[in-house]
Each structure stands twice: as C-alpha cells, then as structure tokens.
C-alpha cells in the first residue's frame, strides 16, 4: 500500500513538475512574441523605405503564422524560440532603418574603421543560424539522422542553401526593381557582398551547431519527456 502510494505522489509531482515547466514555456514564448510584434508594429510607423521594409520584414511575416500553426503539433526548444526572436528583430531593425543605414552598424564602423556599415553581416550571421539549428533539430526528433558528424554536415548545408537561396531572391528583386532594389540589396558598393553574406552564414551555422548543440540536445530531451506525441 505504502509502494503504491509513494509512486503515485512521484508520479503527481512529475506531473506538476511538467505542466510548471510547460506554464513557464508558455510564458516565455508569449513575451518574445509580444516582443517581435511590438517591434514590427513601431518598425512599420515611419520606415526609412515603405517598400524596402516590406521586402525586409517579409520573413517574420511568413514565419510568424507557420510557428504559430505548427507549435501545437511541434513544438520547438526554447533555444530556437529564442534564436528566431532575434534574427526576427534583427530583420525587422533593418527594415526600419534599411540595413546600410542601421545607426549601431555605424557605430561599429567608426569603432573598428570600416569602409561601410557591417549590420547587414550581422543579419547573414543569424541567417546561417537559424536554419542550422532548425535543421538540427528536425532532423533529430523526425530521426532522420542519427547523432553523429553527418547530422552537422548537413545542417551546415542547410544553411547554406538558405543563404543561397536569398541570394538568388535578392538578385530576381533586383531585377524586377531596377534601381529600387538597391536599400534591399544593401551592398553599400562592395562587389564581393555576395560572397560575404554567404560566408557570415556559414560562420554563423558552424559556431551555432558547435556551441549550442549541447543546450539543444537538453532541450529536446525535455521536449520529448514532456511531450512524447511532439518528438
């Protein structure tokens, strides 16, 4: 009698335990997504370029309902939550100001006298970020990877391709927008900038996958703890 009443006071605060950690969650993603909503609301009042915002900010607005639809289903970690909140303001403060105008960029120009503002790098160093440890993290929990070198490889490459692929849509803007693309584009002159924003992803992707992947892989053993129907 007293087993079987010991295992169900364990079993109770396992339980509440859970559901104090899913409060928490929630919590969480309701201020970073308080967050991002309030930034692209004040971001969209008096922007530099109405067109260029709209161009910039167009990720948030195509990400922002997929998580919200896809979260009930699949959940994901708090640290990518976390990861596409700020690549989201990161976009949405670029839109603002366009991403050669950005003024913290020009304080970082000034500080180490660079010949342009950098914050559009800043914005190619998350964008290889985020794809990598979303990569990651499907790839784990839909068990198609196992563990090992290759499941790095390949969201690097992932990533890669997501920046690519941004490349190609920033060059077919250009086309279709002639001269107007150009606070889009933000090369600020440089004929290598391509080859640049690609490099920034790929450091972004390899540092991310390198150093967050143990907070990751905590994370989604919690998720799937937590929530087996998830994983």
Known sequence: MLLHVRRFALHAAGRLATMAASMQDKTLYAMLGSTVLLALIFSGIA???????????APVLIAAPLLLWSYPRFPLTRLLYG???VHALVLILGGAYSYARVPPGFWVQEWFDLSRNPYDKLGHFIQGVTPA???????LRRRFVAY???LGFLAVCVALAFSAFYELIEWWVALMAGQGAEDFLGTQGDPWDTQSDMFMAF?????????LAT????QMAGLSRSNPAAV
């Open 47 to 57: 922007p530099y370029d109405r067109a260029t915002w709209l161009l910039e900010v």
């Open 83 to 85: 990861v596409i909140a």
């Open 133 to 139: 440890l979303l990569a990651r993290e499907i790839l």
């Open 148 to 150: 090992g070198k290759m």
């Open 203 to 211: 450091l972004g992707a390899l540092l991310s996958i390198t150093l």
């Open 215 to 218: 907070t990751q892989d905590r």
